[in-house]
């Protein structure tokens, strides 16, 4: 499968949230077409009596590029022994399902990841910054877009129905093969 790239913003929510902006927990980074990197991650989102989803939002909202909810399968809490400074952790979460988009990531080294996190004292966002590994403004989901998901996500839903006309049976068929849904040669 291709992965679409494109600018996302990733919100962890509680799991059936009504309000968007009140369900949103964290950011997070794709990894993987199923990983998600939260740094920092909240006391919330490490709560395990609370199911978790995952949204996968490209940004500027626009109906053609869908959004992606998955279920959260896994958290995996990533931490120095204590004690150790605030917001020095990550969260791995196991997602669903796969996404349709591409990682956010750029590729890195071990030891230089593990030398910028001594020097950003545990801080994942600031070290994946500096190594430039993660696109600049991922960490930013605007309220508004939160706000607009469920109108966004309803239209993205609306079911398309078209009608397609042919004079003759040939291009009725080429008109089916041109979906590549069969195995037809043209």
């Not at 950011?27 to 709560?47: N, Q, R, S, W, Y």
């Not at 990531?105 to 950003?120: I, P, Q, T």
Request: proline residues 6%.
């Amino acid at each position: 499968m291709t992965s679409v790239r494109t600018d996302l913003r990733l919100s962890v929510q509680i799991r059936g949230a009504s309000d968007r902006v009140a369900g949103h927990l964290a950011t997070g980074v794709l990894a993987g077409e199923d990983i998600v990197l939260v740094p920092a991650p909240p006391d919330d989102l490490l709560e395990t009596s609370r199911e978790l989803e995952l949204l996968v939002i490209p940004v500027p909202l626009r109906r053609t590029m869908l959004i992606e909810r998955f279920r959260v399968r896994k958290t995996i809490h990533y931490a120095q022994r204590p004690p150790y400074p605030e917001n020095a952790s990550i969260a791995a979460l196991k997602i669903a399902g796969f996404s349709r988009y591409a990682t956010q990531m750029a590729d890195l080294s071990v030891s230089a990841m593990a030398a910028e996190l001594d020097r950003a004292r545990g801080d994942w966002w600031a070290a994946m910054s500096a190594l430039r590994i993660i696109p600049a403004g991922i960490r930013n989901i605007p309220a508004g877009v939160l706000r607009e998901l469920p109108r966004m996500e309803e239209e993205q839903n609306r079911s398309c129905r078209e009608a397609v006309r042919t004079d003759s049976y040939a291009d009725e068929v080429g008109k089916v093969c041109h979906l590549k849904i069969c195995r037809c040669q043209q």
